[in-house]
């Protein structure tokens, strides 16, 4: 059975750095672009960055210089690194896994991030 598992999350002041990790459980992980949503409280779940399996990245703007995705296959696993933390971040965060091979996406819990003082 395939899983996305996340780690990390919690509470940070503004200012503050975080990262994030998560990893999917599939034989052909290296081939999958793996991405990072979030959602705030009475908003619509919005991309954050994505990952293809050859590395190549794509940010929202507002993350853009503050965040970075990356990945380390070997370990079927990926990251995101949040810096300059701003109390619009907070939300959950959902891990997106596109599977190749299998064709369809799996998502992980959604950890908590609150950036507060």
């Known amino acids: 059975q395939v899983q996305v598992v996340e780690s990390g999350g919690g509470l940070v002041q503004p200012g503050g750095s975080l990262r994030l990790s998560c990893g999917g459980s599939e034989n052909f992980f290296n081939l999958n672009t793996m991405g990072w949503y979030r959602q705030a409280p009475g908003k619509q779940r919005e991309l954050v960055t994505t990952?293809?399996?050859?590395?190549?990245?794509n940010y929202a703007d507002s993350v853009k210089g503050r965040f970075t995705i990356s990945r380390d296959n070997a370990k079927r696993t990926v990251y995101l690194q949040m810096n300059s933390l701003k109390a619009e971040d907070t939300a959950a965060y959902y891990c997106?896994?596109?599977?190749?091979?299998?064709?369809?996406?799996?998502w992980g819990q959604g950890p908590q991030v609150t950036v507060s003082s």
């Open positions: 997106k896994m596109d599977s190749t091979m299998l064709r369809r996406q799996f």
């Open positions: 990952i293809t399996g050859s590395g190549s990245t």
